[in-house]
């Protein structure tokens, strides 16, 4: 599913909510300080420009800020963060290799469309993944883990009578992060970040009923439930 708009103005961009990053850690691991789930970056940690732009650039291309088909223009987006243009082409070039965005020779930067089959082999390898990621989770989540997990789901659950479609959706983004950070392998997590937000953009097109967002935190709360238990034939089923 394509639009082409060239030249159309590109939307005002918001930060999103900072994310629990994806820790690459042993099946044994230290626990972790009791304190904030996400804790503040120190003084002088800010991010880099070219990852602000590309978690901005995105999560706009994620809920359809900028949509399939639309082209990119590095100058407007450049004018709309106040940075430069080289952080904002070395975040198009990551986006490019992770099929977000496509150059366009003698034409620019332009969003991928994505299709029904796009879909469904981005569900068959999510599948594989997923099951796998769920059991070394309930393997190897700590306190720290379940309690990032059910905070989400305990938010998803208050804002479920809203029309907040944007926030449910980042919420099943937040609990899928979680879950691979619980899972204590850095590559699968990056693995899985990169299929989850491919697929993301789609349920943002087709699926904004609140019994699917109903249907999705029941899905969650039983795979919680098997890590809750340290029961990876439960997960994998949850998944499922």
């Known amino acids: 599913m394509t639009i082409q708009k060239k030249g159309t103005a590109i939307r005002k961009l918001r930060p999103k909510q900072p994310e629990a990053a994806a820790r690459a850690e042993g099946p044994k691991r230290a626990a972790r300080p009791a304190g904030t789930v996400k ?3 120190p003084a002088g940690a800010a991010k880099p420009l070219h990852l602000q732009a590309y978690e901005l650039i995105k ?13 990119v223009n590095e100058a407007q ?13 070395q975040a198009l070039n990551r986006l490019t290799l992770e099929g977000m965005v496509e150059m366009i020779p003698r034409k620019g930067v332009i969003v991928r469309g994505i299709s029904l089959n796009d879909v469904i082999d981005i ?4 599948l594989l993944n997923e099951t796998y990621c769920a059991r070394l989770a309930a393997a190897r989540a700590d306190e720290h883990d379940i309690r990032r997990m ?3 789901l ?15 959706m980042m919420l099943d983004r937040e609990f899928h992060l ?8 850095q590559a699968l997590a990056n693995i899985m970040a990169t299929l989850h937000d491919q697929s993301l953009r789609f349920w943002f097109i087709s699926l904004r009923e609140r019994e699917h967002h109903a249907a999705v935190n029941h899905e969650h709360r039983a795979i919680l439930d098997a890590i809750v238990r340290h029961d990876p034939d439960a997960a994998d089923r949850a998944v499922r």
């Open 150 to 152: 059910t905070e989400i």
């Open 77 to 89: 987006i450049s004018a709309a963060l106040g940075i430069g243009r080289t952080p904002i082409h």
């Open 123 to 126: 569900i068959d390898v999510r």
């Open 59 to 71: 999560h706009q291309i994620i809920t359809l800020g900028l949509r399939p088909g639309e082209y």
């Open 154 to 168: 305990d938010e998803a659950e208050e804002i479920m009578s809203s029309a907040d479609v944007e926030r449910q």
């Open 178 to 185: 979680a879950l691979s950070s619980a899972a204590g392998n």
């Open 39 to 41: 804790p503040a970056k």
